[in-house]
């Protein structure tokens, strides 16, 4: 058993519809801003450090630039962090309801670790804009830094095991999540993203947005364009080869037809992607900028397609069982609605059965605790035969129609299978 399972209630099909299209928006919102922050910070304390040990401004002014632009406003880790990571939990929980796994406690784990790295990230930020040569810079800068990068390998490998039911007995610790080639892979693919999102998004942010970044010396520009274009044309290439590897661990569980066409239309969009690399480059080529983040963010969409229809289709069976208790924990529910319908089957039964019938004895008629059972809860049959008693047992005689309304007999019916049998 799960411990979050008591914080959810199985999922009618028509809700897991539901759940599946918000936890695929918030993935949209998530990843790529993760993917972001993790770059922001990557790039902003390294070239931070490289700038103060070399006295090159150049490099200090874009470690401050990056991380102004990359985490965008302080707003942003609310709409694009903390509400999208709160959701995918939540999501998660819902779809691996009764799953036993670990996964779940991982993604848990996974958001705690994202939200103390915001603080710590958002500090950075700040000291950086108070004060620009403050040695705690490197303190919370890498303590963000590595936090974060920690969330989002547990978060890769919690992802990819949700959609592996095959290794769901065998992982079933925190060790053996780190170190199996699935999270590892799946981490360097979030890798990747990070790297085309942050590169195109220095490009857009430095260049584009708001009519770009004010004061900018040639040299300067010439550094944002080489790094953040290299950036990008690397984690470019890696990125669809890391998408063809992953069909290597997808367990046969989890592929489908749709799951090839997305793949596809990634691969499109990834081509598409390389000739605006090229051109941006070149310095003309900045005036696509907008494009080229656009596009990004679509292959990215496109990715997170693939991959919820991969894990839609690995837990086919435990949507199953889940849809299943909806509908039963539904029925109960209604039943209850019946025994609350103001009719007083206890007191139907001293005016009308008790004279023929106990619990556990014989009397005229059988004992409830022998033939009750018999309708294993069906309210319905045991109903009709109330209403409409037949012969059945050679040993009694028959019982008399007792002239219930159809109300009367479903609650009598109700009444009598929550009691009988039960000591
Ligand atoms: C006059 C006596 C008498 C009264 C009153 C009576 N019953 Fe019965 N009941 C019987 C007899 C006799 C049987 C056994 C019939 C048989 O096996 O064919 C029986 C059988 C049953 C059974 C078992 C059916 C089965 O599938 O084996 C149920 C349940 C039952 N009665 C419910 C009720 C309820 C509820 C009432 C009151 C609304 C009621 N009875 C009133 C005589 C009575």
Redesign the pocket.
């Known amino acids: 058993m799960n411990i979050f399972d008591q914080l959810v209630i199985p999922a009618s099909s028509n809700h897991i519809l539901l759940i599946k299209y918000m936890l695929t928006i918030s993935l949209i919102l998530f990843i790529p801003y993760i993917g972001m922050l993790l770059g922001g910070m990557f790039i902003s304390t390294y070239f931070n450090k490289k700038g103060k040990r070399e006295g090159n401004s150049l490099y200090t002014r874009f470690a401050e630039d990056v991380i102004n632009k990359l985490t965008i406003s302080g707003n942003a880790k609310f709409g694009l962090g903390v509400i999208p990571a709160i959701s995918i939990f939540l999501a998660y929980a819902q779809l691996l309801y009764t799953a036993k796994t670990i996964s779940l406690s991982m993604i848990a784990l996974a958001m705690v670790l994202f939200f103390l790295s915001l603080s710590f990230i958002y500090k950075y930020k700040d000291i950086f804009k108070l004060e620009r040569m403050l040695s705690q810079i490197n303190y919370t800068g890498s303590i963000g830094k590595y936090l974060l990068l920690t969330a989002v390998y547990i978060f890769a490998g919690a992802m990819a095991l949700a959609s592996s039911p095959d290794n769901w007995n065998s992982v079933n610790n925190i060790m053996q999540l780190i170190f199996s080639w699935q999270s590892m892979f799946n981490f360097l693919t979030l890798l990747c993203i990070s790297g085309l999102v942050s590169g195109s998004a220095i490009i857009f942010f430095f260049f584009k947005w708001d009519g770009g970044l004010k004061d900018m010396t040639d040299d300067y520009s010439e550094l944002v364009r080489r790094f953040a274009g290299n950036l990008a044309i690397i984690s470019g290439i890696l990125f669809p080869l890391m998408i063809l590897l992953s069909y290597v661990y997808l367990p046969y569980s989890a592929l489908s037809p749709l799951l090839f066409y997305y793949t596809v239309a990634v691969m499109l969009v990834s081509i598409i992607l390389g000739s605006f690399i090229s051109s941006i480059l070149k310095s003309s080529g900045v005036g696509s900028a907008t494009m080229f983040f656009a596009m990004i963010i679509i292959m990215i969409s496109l990715n997170i397609f693939k991959d919820q229809q991969a894990f839609a289709t690995a837990i086919d069976l435990n949507t199953v069982i889940i849809t299943e208790l909806a509908d039963k924990l539904e029925k109960e529910s209604q039943s209850k609605v019946t025994q609350s319908s103001g009719i007083d089957a206890e007191a139907?039964?001293t005016q009308?059965?008790?004279?023929?019938?106990k619990f556990d004895q014989k009397?005229?008629?059988?004992p409830?605790d022998?033939?009750?059972p018999?309708?294993k809860g069906d309210v319905q049959k045991?109903a009709e035969?109330?209403l409409n008693?037949?012969?059945?047992?050679?040993?009694?005689?028959?019982?008399?129609v007792?002239g219930?309304k159809k109300k009367?007999?479903t609650a009598?019916?109700q009444w009598?299978i929550d009691k009988?049998g039960k000591k």
């Open positions: 139907i039964f009308k059965c008790s004279a023929c019938h009397v005229v008629g059988p409830y022998l033939t009750v018999k309708y045991l035969y109330i008693p037949q012969k059945i047992d050679p040993a009694y005689p028959p019982m008399p007792q219930l009367e007999a009598m019916a009598l009988a």
